[in-house]
């Protein structure tokens, strides 16, 4: 697990390969990603949008900047959390990802970003 605390908000990653979905004779390597994102703090926060970096060894930097997280902008109460899973596909087997996610704070409506950890990401057919 990664994980990082920023701003009183914990944003914590499990990356796994997808085997299933993945077609290594054709440079399709997907990964799934459970993240939770726990408020630690005093006031409740809104998800407003998320901004990832993906590298992919040999293929270099995408970025990728959308409105909330799968569709949705969670409102998360102090002491709350939101998880959710998502996936990315790399063409070389090996990269990593982070990011930030834009937040608003409820009560006073202004915004912050809080950090998604740097994690890495290596298929199995590769690390074997």
Do not use: C, H
Not at 17 to 26: G, V
Not at 81 to 107: I, T
Request: overall charge neutral; aromatic content about 14%.
């Amino acid at each position: 697990m990664f994980s990082k605390i920023t701003s009183n908000i914990r944003v914590s990653v499990v990356p796994e390969y997808d085997s299933k979905n993945s077609y290594p004779s054709e440079n399709r390597y997907v990964f799934k990603y459970n993240i939770v994102i726990e408020n630690k703090g005093d006031f409740p926060i809104k998800v407003l949008k998320r901004k990832w970096l993906i590298f992919d060894v040999g293929f270099g930097y995408t970025e990728i900047v959308g409105d909330g997280v799968i569709g949705l902008t969670p409102e998360i109460e102090p002491e709350g959390n939101f998880a959710y899973f998502s996936n990315v596909m790399l063409r070389s087997g090996v990269g990593n990802m982070s990011g930030k996610y834009l937040v608003r704070n409820e009560q006073t409506k202004e915004n912050f970003e809080i950090d998604i950890p740097k994690f890495n990401l290596l298929s199995e057919v590769l690390s074997n």
